[in-house]
């Protein structure tokens, strides 16, 4: 059996607390029907859309900075994630404790991502009201197509602080919910860890994750069910597999939007290009199962 980390993308999640009571719901009956088959698990989310809200919130009223904002998100994303794959759990059957790491994430302070925001965060919003955040100098960006979106620092993630607590509960056969939201950023100092304005990206810390515990598969669940290359054109091409050569390829050839399918890819080439016998799977969520007996899903293999 194999030892997985699994990357809940937003669509695993909803767009409020409602939604993300019967997302989580769905997600966690998928994941525990894979535990159930012998694996051990770790999951990860992302909090874009929830980190950017709560900061939206807070900030109006007590002035919090934004890593607060994400241990927040962290916390009750963990909160609602975790009972409910204990819930599927016992459904299933399973008789394995799920633990909930509220997980540090380290990252260089001279990261030049602090001064080139790149990540969206929050809602969307139409074109004037981008606008008129961009006149207040609020970095915004258009995402996707879908609208506008404010954009923070995502430095990359060095180090996972708290790795030593999380693989005695991998080491025990635990099911472990870390590194919500790419975790909290923070740069160590003569005084500790001291947390700093940003946000790190989902992907990129599951693959990091998924390096220092020395696992065999990295799942990265998204909206599709493959890669594509040439996508949106009449040459349009779903992918099955790519070797590292060919990922590297078809990201210098431009073929994946920075803003949605290129850092789920570069997480994938992260995680397989730097050991032997790993596999990333970018799929979809209700693909999963069938995504690891090789029948769907894009696999980036380590040659």
Partial sequence: MAKIVIALGGNALGNDLKEQESALTHSADIIASLIQQGHDVLITHGNGPQVGKIHQVMNTQLDIPLY??????????????????????TKHGVNVPVDYVLT????????????????????????????????????????????YRRVVASPKPKHITNLTSIQDALN?????????GGGIPVISTDQGYV????????????ALLAKELDVDVLFILTAVEKVAVYYGTPKQQWLSSMSVEETKQYI??????????LP???????????????????????????????????????D
Avoid: W
Wanted: proline share 4%; aromatic share 4%; net charge negative.
């Fill in 68 to 89: 607060v904002s994400v241990a927040m998100s962290q916390g009750y994303i963990g909160f609602d994630l975790t009972r409910k794959l204990q819930h599927a759990l």
């Fill in 104 to 147: 540090m994430v380290e990252v260089d302070p001279n990261d030049p991502a602090f001064t080139n925001p790149t990540k969206p965060i929050g809602g969307f919003m139409d074109e004037v009201t981008a606008a008129g955040l961009v006149k207040e100098g609020v970095p915004v960006v258009e995402d996707s197509g879908r609208g």
């Fill in 172 to 180: 025990q056969h635990h099911v472990v919910v870390c590194a919500g």
């Fill in 195 to 206: 947390g700093v304005e940003a946000v790190i990206d989902k992907d990129s810390a599951s």
């Fill in 252 to 261: 210098q050839e431009g073929h994946f939007a920075p803003g949605s399918m």
């Fill in 264 to 302: 789920k890819v570069e997480a994938a080439l992260s995680f397989v290009s730097q050991a032997k016998d790993k596999t990333t799977i970018i799929t979809l969520l209700d693909k999963a199962s069938e995504a690891l007996k090789g029948e769907t899903g894009t696999r980036i293999v380590s």
